[in-house]
């Protein structure tokens, strides 16, 4: 498993953009596909975007798309996620995820067991 580790939260008013990245360790970062999912306050966890180990393919919940973009750099083991036009129901707890997989199409990634996550770090769009 890879120990992941996020950062670039923070406040931030409707409009605004900010970006997350996460780094990964160890030396497959290349042989990971990698999701963000965020979970607001009294919700369940929810898929945000995924990416494919080459970068290839990304899939984006419907109500980010257009808005968020999900890539990596492998390498520097890190995934990000660039987030514009952000809503006040985007604020959430962002949280980086990783699975060990060469799978070259990330549309079913929303559901897939990831298995290795980070801590997450805290979003807030005010209105």
């Known amino acids: 498993q890879v120990q992941l580790v996020e950062s670039g939260g923070g406040m931030v008013q409707a409009g605004d953009s900010l970006r997350l990245s996460c780094v990964a360790s160890?030396?497959?970062?290349?042989?990971?596909?990698m999701g963000w999912f965020r979970q607001a306050p009294g919700k369940e966890r929810e898929f945000v975007a995924a990416?494919?180990?080459?970068?290839?393919?990304?899939a984006y919940a419907d109500s980010v798309k257009g808005r968020f973009t999900i890539s990596r750099n492998n390498a520097k083991n890190t995934v990000y996620l660039q987030m514009n036009s952000l809503k006040p129901e985007d604020t959430a707890v962002y949280y980086c995820?990783?699975?060990?997989?060469?799978?070259?199409?990330?549309?079913?990634?929303?559901?897939?067991?990831?298995?290795?996550w980070g801590q997450g770090t805290q979003v807030t769009v005010s209105s």
């Open positions: 990416i494919t180990w080459s970068g290839g393919s990304t």
């Open positions: 995820a990783a699975k060990r997989t060469l799978i070259t199409t990330a549309q079913a990634m929303g559901d897939m067991d990831f298995g290795s």
């Open positions: 160890g030396r497959s970062f290349s042989s990971y596909a």
